[in-house]
């Protein structure tokens, strides 16, 4: 699958004078980086270096960007939408100066898309809340912002959201996510890389999960990311396209640790048909459909394989919606 050039412009800003540079800069992400989301590509201009501009993503081009109008106005950052494939991304970005090609960059970035994912060493992953890097948005962005600010819950007074506002466009919002409340689960500390989670997923997520905790200390059996105290395994602690924020729909989550597991399940029914495990409504979960969740309590329980409301016996678990 080849990687597709969304929208075409989106922005530009002005962020002051810049030191002096090549005619074109890939801002973000740089190449050779990796990186865990995928929303933008940002591009810098030196000033009288290139009047238009192109972007080639495997194989698809954008089209010529004029520049002159824009510059005149908001400066040389243009901020494009782009949306990367999983993995290694090739892409070019063209200058042009009068109708001739000027400038040439060829660049790669590699997308970690998948929470056991990890890019290849070649890869340095990208970490933006640098002084350096930050040093260069400050003449149009607030980045000191102060902790009542970092949860302020109106999105124009939230200095977090302007940059990060596309991590709330997914349908299942995470609560403090969704409040702008950034500040409860980041924090501007020291070190190279600021706004780092206060604590470990665990400790920071049962500051509101108090009823997870006592459930999961209770279960007999755990589920292996609970017992490493790795929520953001399989959860978004921002949004997600699938209900409880989980990384994605859950049998294809499930699959990326239990492989070979299809859509019909190891086990037969006593009618000698595979039971199936998606594209059917589930009964025992009203507005549910069938999942690996439907039988397993993705956290853990109190019997083997986790089954639901720990069932005496596997028929006893049939009968949760095999009523006879």
Request: charged share 20%; with cysteine.
């Amino acid at each position: 699958m080849k990687t597709r050039f969304v929208a075409a412009l989106v922005g530009f800003w002005l962020l002051g004078a810049a030191a002096p540079a090549a005619a074109l800069e890939v801002f973000y992400p740089p190449n050779g980086t990796s990186i865990v989301r995928a929303n933008y590509l940002i591009l810098r201009l030196t000033e009288g270096e290139a009047d238009a501009i192109e972007i080639e993503m495997g194989g698809e081009k954008s089209g010529r960007i004029e520049t002159a109008a824009y510059r005149a106005i908001f400066g040389d950052f243009i901020k494009m939408q782009a949306a990367w494939n999983p993995g290694e991304n090739q892409f070019k970005v063209y200058g042009f100066k009068g109708g001739k090609q000027t400038a040439l960059i060829e660049a790669g970035i590699y997308f970690v898309s998948d929470p056991l994912d990890s890019a290849p060493s070649a890869y340095e992953p990208f970490v933006f809340h640098q002084a350096a890097r930050e040093a260069q948005c400050a003449p149009c962005h607030n980045m000191n912002p102060t902790p009542d600010q970092m949860t302020d819950m109106d999105p124009a007074a939230n200095p977090c959201v302007g940059c990060h506002k596309m991590m709330f466009t997914e349908k299942w919002i995470h609560g403090p996510a969704g409040a702008f409340q950034c500040g409860v689960c980041h924090e501007d500390g020291p070190g190279e890389s600021r706004y780092e989670m206060r604590q470990s997923d665990f400790e920071l997520c049962f500051m509101c999960h108090e009823d997870k905790q006592q459930e999961f200390d209770s279960n007999a059996f755990v589920h292996g990311p609970v017992g490493a105290g790795m929520c953001t395994l399989c959860h978004d602690p921002h949004a997600s396209s699938t209900i409880f924020q989980v990384q994605k729909p859950i049998n294809e989550l499930c699959k990326t640790c239990h492989e070979g597991f299809n859509k019909i399940h190891v086990l037969r029914a006593p009618s000698g048909n595979p039971h199936p495990m998606e594209g059917r409504k589930d009964p025992a979960r009203e507005g549910r459909e069938l999942a690996c969740s439907s039988c397993h309590n993705p956290h853990g329980n109190n019997v083997r394989y986790f089954w639901r409301d720990n069932p005496p016996s596997k028929m006893t678990l049939c009968l949760r919606c095999h009523k006879k």
